[in-house]
């Protein structure tokens, strides 16, 4: 049994919590991913000192689950800000000034993609396609969808982001 | 009696500020003490006119928009709610041209009823499909998929009855039936729309498949992208087994399907139907290869149906009215109706279901009004990041598998996304190398490695350096990622950037801009 560093869930999630996300998928067939996004749901992120604890659980080796949690895009290994701004680059908002939008952005934040503000209010992401393609340019706010965003608008945004601490 | 108002809660609709104006409207209403029934609709599609505000006058439906929150107490003062004049309102909703002139089969429901009221749909039409499946023999049900000519509206067009008929013919123990909603084509939207906006009809579509081929146990493989439509589900899916259309006993015919909602996680290969398997079964989202197909050796080994959103979505109606009436609509080997879905730089983007056979052109002007930006339409690249740019010049190329792929094209997921002439066609194409590098699963070199060098092909290119040598370059390795890799990622990635090439060469001859 690989044991939990309890220590290391201090600021995160107990072991007990993680014990029961997964009591809850152990029989469910295909469990990996339901327990990832259950984790990250809870705290944002999967903390590196889980992979050990959910492979040996789920039967899978470390190299499996670090596998699969590496391979997806959505899932973070390490703690987001607390704000996660999404700008679509894909095609259709390109076509109605997406590219500038993110430069705007980039600027705004004074941070690059995939980086947080040093304050830990705002991380900035790209995504492909949000399917709000007839709105173009559209960007997500943590789970709120925003469409014919402007620059100004964006800007609108984060600044509420900035005062919601 | 209390006058009843729509407000869309569909994502595109709250995405510029639906909510507000639906929160304004209870407000409004409250304080000059009107009586009034909020009702919270899906999207009718038009969404340049979103937020669209439906108000009840009579038997019919008077719509007002796009409406903002500062809007609300001008309407209110106009007397909107008995379908009073003022310079948001469009009038009957159903007369509205773009409306008026669709077919909307697949979609009928969709932006008219509540989507997760069971009441509303069994209304509307909802579960006669389910009751005219449980009449017929499994294959039957097959058979009538079959005749109605009915394939696959994800991007493959795969005939859906033969689908059926391989997991029907095939014996196991367990089969699935999985729905693939990870729609992460660039330009499309139909999905997600009818899953918020009708989510029972897709539960429906896969309850008539499980019992046509015998499987007990469903999947919906959603993007994470795609919260609203989570909701919509879970909520529709709770009903439908509160009710009993889910569960052991399936409208009390004693057969047993249960269905259950899986979360990708922002991958865009786990579209491909192998990679999804990979996917809900809980591993990296790695293509397999083929044979054995998913429709004998699917989900955990087993005889998987995997259709997507709007082929399942499809079913209820062929089998309430026939599959005749069905194939009537459409053109040549690609029947029925296909929702079309305008976006990118076009004035009025939404959502356009017609029979099979309607021209680009008529796409771009009538529905769409041209560019958003009011300069000429230069390119469109139809069917997501994997399908081809197509100028000006085809824009009469009508929509039919066929007729686009006769133009070096495809339909994919029925997207439109469209340019206007300032778009740098070069940097389209490096665009679609950089997408397929990002989103390369890993497994086949082509994909992997060609992508990532195609980028720098292209690069090269548009500065000048070798440029000959580099142009022939970039068509070899066009060529080894078309004939070298297992799935569409690798193997399609070459449509745009050849098509960007073929239409637009001048583009790559010159400097990039920015």
């Known amino acids: ?165 | 009696m209390s006058t009843v108002v729509y407000v869309p809660k569909d994502a595109s609709a709250l995405s510029v500020g639906a909510d507000r104006v639906a929160t304004m409207i209870a407000r409004e209403a409250q304080s000059r003490g009107i009586d009034l029934t909020l009702k919270r609709n899906g999207t009718r599609g038009m969404c340049w006119l979103e937020p669209l505000v439906e108000v009840v006058v009579g038997s019919e439906r008077h719509g007002y928009g796009p409406v903002t929150d500062r809007d609300v107490a001008g309407l209110f003062a106009a007397d909107f709610l008995r379908g009073g004049a003022h310079p948001l309102q469009l009038g009957r909703v159903d007369d509205i041209p773009y409306l008026a002139s669709q077919q909307r089969l697949t979609f009928e429901r969709v932006g008219v009823i509540e989507p997760t009221s069971l009441t509303d749909y069994l209304q509307q039409g909802g579960y006669e499909g389910l009751r005219r499946a449980l009449s017929l023999q499994q294959h039957e049900i097959v058979q009538l998929v079959t005749d109605s000519g009915l394939r696959g509206r994800g991007g493959a067009a795969f005939p859906t009855g033969i689908k059926w008929k391989t997991v029907l013919d095939t014996p196991a123990p367990q089969k699935y039936v999985t729905c693939n909603a990870d729609e992460g084509d660039s330009g499309t939207f139909a999905d997600r729309m009818l899953m918020e906006g009708d989510p029972f009809s897709l539960i429906e579509g896969m309850t008539i498949a499980a019992l046509a081929v015998g499987a007990t146990q469903g999947y919906i493989y959603l993007r994470v992208e795609y919260p609203h439509a989570e909701r919509s589900l879970a909520e529709a899916i709770q009903s439908a087994y509160s009710a009993g259309y889910l569960g052991k006993d399936v409208a009390g015919s004693g057969r047993r399907f249960d269905l259950e909602v899986r979360l990708g996680a922002g991958a865009y290969i786990c579209g491909e139907e192998t990679s999804m398997l990979e996917s809900l079964e809980g591993r990296r989202g790695e293509v397999r290869v083929r044979p054995p197909l998913p429709a004998v050796k699917g989900l955990f080994g087993r005889p998987t149906i995997v259709n997507n959103v709007i082929s399942l979505a499809s079913v209820p109606i062929i089998l309430r009215r026939g599959a005749e009436f069905y194939r009537d609509y459409g053109v040549g080997r690609s029947r029925g109706t296909v929702p079309i879905q305008l976006a990118g730089n076009i004035k009025r983007g939404g959502l356009v279901e017609r029979a099979f056979g309607v021209s680009l052109r008529e796409l771009l002007y009538d529905y769409g009004g041209g560019s958003a930006s009011g300069r000429p339409i230069r390119a469109v690249q139809v069917g997501g990041p994997l399908g081809a740019y197509i100028p000006a010049s085809q824009f009469e190329t009508v929509i039919d598998y066929e007729a686009l792929s006769g133009i070096g094209a495809l339909l994919g997921h029925g997207g439109i996304v469209a340019f206007d002439d300032t778009v740098d066609m070069a940097r389209m194409a490096r665009f679609a190398m950089e997408f397929c590098a990002i989103e390369s699963c890993g497994k086949c070199t082509p994909c992997r490695i060609g992508s990532t060098r195609g980028v720098e092909v292209i690069d090269r290119i548009r500065y000048g350096i070798d440029r000959q040598q580099n142009l022939q370059l970039l068509e070899d390795l066009c060529e080894t990622m078309a004939e070298g890799s297992l799935c569409g990622l690798g193997g399609l990635t070459p449509f745009p950037v050849r098509s960007a090439l073929r239409h637009f060469k001048d583009d790559f001859l010159k400097p990039p801009t920015r």
């Open chain 1, 1 to 165: 049994m690989v044991g939990i560093h309890q220590e290391c869930y201090a600021q995160t999630m107990s072991a007990v919590e993680l014990n029961d996300i997964l009591d809850e998928y152990a029989n469910v067939p295909g469990p990996l991913l339901l327990v990832l996004h259950a984790v990250q749901r809870r705290l944002g992120f999967i903390p590196q000192d889980a992979v050990p604890y959910i492979a040996e659980r789920l039967n899978l080796s470390r190299a499996e689950v670090h596998g699969v949690l590496s391979f997806y895009h959505h899932f973070r290994r390490a703690a987001p800000g607390r704000h996660v701004i999404q700008i679509c680059r894909a095609e259709s908002c390109q076509a109605m000034g997406s590219d500038q939008l993110a430069h705007h952005a980039r600027q705004r934040l004074g941070i690059e993609f995939h980086e947080t503000t040093p304050d830990g209010a705002c991380s900035l992401e790209p995504v492909y396609c949000l399917g709000n393609c007839a709105c173009s340019p559209a960007v997500m706010i943590d789970d709120e969808l925003f469409g014919r965003v402007s620059p100004e608008q964006l800007d609108a945004l984060i600044a509420a982001c900035d005062d919601d601490l």
